[in-house]
């Protein structure tokens, strides 16, 4: 449905989808996966064409509207966490080290996924599944979504510096909802009172509330009123002595910049060492080059 509207809407406007692609920007392949419904476009992608072929807004509401995933398949020990985050009213977390899945870019998935030599297929529905949770939460009316970032999460490089630079832009992007916050606990801060280790505080409607943790190859839930409480509070100190909501957005702002120099650099010193290289095959090829004599004339000889 969303791919005919766009086709609809681009072929009025007279563009191609390469002319598409190209004011996006994006590959033409990408467009061309969405028309037919192949591809599952981002939330950006749909503002964008709103703009671009002037719907009023009509691809966004949409794309809103729209169960992405309605076939997705989680692993069996995480099923529990997924339905509850399909009915919570409130999502409290922290996170060390990884950046938390209901904030991750396809492209950050991904490069996590890949990392356990899974194959290309098990990838990709792994990443459907990780993006199937964040529907609901960015949604206009979507539940609270509170959650501190140690910032290992900024620092530890997933796939490249052009990924974690996007990666940052994502953050930046969707902690500006109203229902997300989104706060930092910088590394140089002492005395910060930090969990053990990543945690979810999770509330479900009828007051129910778990303790979600997990560790090498499965979660644990304790719905212990105690622990619930004891876990809560030490949250709730970590929030208040982390950066606020603002001043951690300036902290993922220079993370970001961190990596778009990195790899300006990079890029840089890829062209010089190919500058190097075909000067010194220049080099090469001058010096394996075929040596003619060259015709001298002999001087005069002066008359006595």
């Not at 692609?21 to 476009?41: L, N, Y």
């Not at 930046?172 to 109203?178: A, H, N, Q």
């Not at 304790?222 to 509070?233: G, I, M, S, T």
Request: glycine letters at 6%; charged letters at 30%.
């Amino acid at each position: 449905m969303f791919g005919e509207v766009l086709k609809h809407h681009r072929e009025a406007a007279l563009l191609t989808q390469a002319a598409l692609a190209a004011k996006i920007p994006c590959d033409r392949s990408h467009v061309a996966r969405v028309e037919a419904g192949t591809r599952v476009p981002q939330e950006a992608f749909a503002k964008a064409c709103d703009e671009l072929l002037d719907t009023g807004g009509v691809l966004l509401r949409l794309w809103g509207r729209i169960d992405w995933y309605p076939e997705v398949q989680h692993p069996d020990w995480f099923k529990r966490r997924a339905e509850m985050d399909a009915v919570a009213i409130a999502l409290r977390e922290y996170q060390e080290r990884v950046i938390p899945g209901l904030l991750q870019t396809p492209d950050y998935a991904r490069a996590l996924f890949s990392r356990r030599s899974a194959s290309a297929d098990e990838v990709e529905e792994r990443v459907r599944a990780r993006l199937s949770r964040q529907q609901r939460f960015r949604a206009d009316d979507g539940p609270l979504y509170v959650v501190v970032l140690d910032e290992s999460c900024l620092r530890n490089v997933v796939g490249s510096p052009k990924l974690m630079r996007d990666q940052c832009a994502h953050l930046l992007s969707v902690g500006r909802r109203p229902n997300i916050r989104i706060q930092v606990a910088p590394a140089g801060i002492i005395g910060l009172a930090r969990p053990r280790g990543s945690m979810s505080l999770i509330e479900l409607p009828g007051g129910r509330r778990w303790v979600y943790s997990e560790s090498l190859d499965r979660g644990h839930f304790n719905d212990d009123p105690a622990a619930y409480a004891r876990h809560f509070q030490t949250y709730d100190v970590l929030r208040a002595d982390a950066c606020s909501p603002r001043e951690s957005a300036a902290l993922i702002s220079d993370a970001m910049e961190g990596y778009e120099h990195h790899e300006q650099a990079r890029t840089r010193r890829r062209d010089l060492d190919q500058e190097h290289v075909q000067r010194r095959q220049r080099r090469q090829l001058h010096r394996n080059r075929p040596r003619y004599p060259r015709h001298r004339p002999r001087p005069r000889q002066q008359e006595p």
